[in-house]
């Protein structure tokens, strides 16, 4: 599967560097609806927030459970989780400003683990057989050809208002 539902982390630049040279590889996510259903194995989509254009692709290699954010983060290096630069209260000062306190105890929260990052620049390429990527490269050869289409009856539009001018 090339990702799970749409299933889309983004992060900022300063972090998003830090899984692009491998030093960040869990993601801490309340365990709502949405990350119920990702499974060990599937492949999400980690996306710099100030670049939407650079996606990093990574497989999921472990889901762990947890209460709360504070239990997770002393689980992992805060170098795993976010970055070198901060520490973990730091880090856990920043969860308020995505989720509540009334969110966080309904749901617990989740480390997803992901497999070293693999920047995927054409993903046509680097998945050939995936269903998902079939069906993109058949919607773009689609408009290719609706483009084509297009192209060739606009240079027949503009052949014809001169042909009158070149017969005279």
């Known amino acids: 599967m090339l990702y799970n539902d749409g299933m889309e982390i983004h992060l900022e630049p300063e ?4 899984v692009k040279n491998g030093t960040k590889n869990v ?31 990574a497989q999921v290699t472990n889901l762990c ?18 970055s070198p630069n ?25 480390a997803i683990e992901f497999a070293p990052a693999t920047i995927v620049a054409n993903p046509l390429k680097a998945y050939p057989n995936d269903p998902d990527v079939i069906r993109v490269k058949k919607s773009l050869t689609f408009w290719n050809f609706v483009s084509i289409l297009l192209l060739a009856f606009i240079a027949i539009m503009v052949a014809a208002s001169f042909l009158p001018r070149l017969l005279k």
């Open 15 to 18: 972090i998003f560097e830090q």
């Open 86 to 110: 901060y520490t973990v209260e730091e880090y856990l000062d920043l969860f308020p400003q995505f989720y509540t306190e009334d969110e966080i105890a309904k749901y617990g929260v989740v």
């Open 27 to 57: 993601e801490a996510r309340v365990n709502d609806e949405k990350r119920r259903r990702l499974k060990v194995g599937e492949t999400i989509q980690i996306i710099n927030r100030a670049n939407e254009q650079d996606i990093i692709w």
């Open 65 to 82: 459970y947890f209460n709360d954010f504070t239990e997770l983060a002393n689980n992992y290096p805060i170098e795993r989780l976010y």
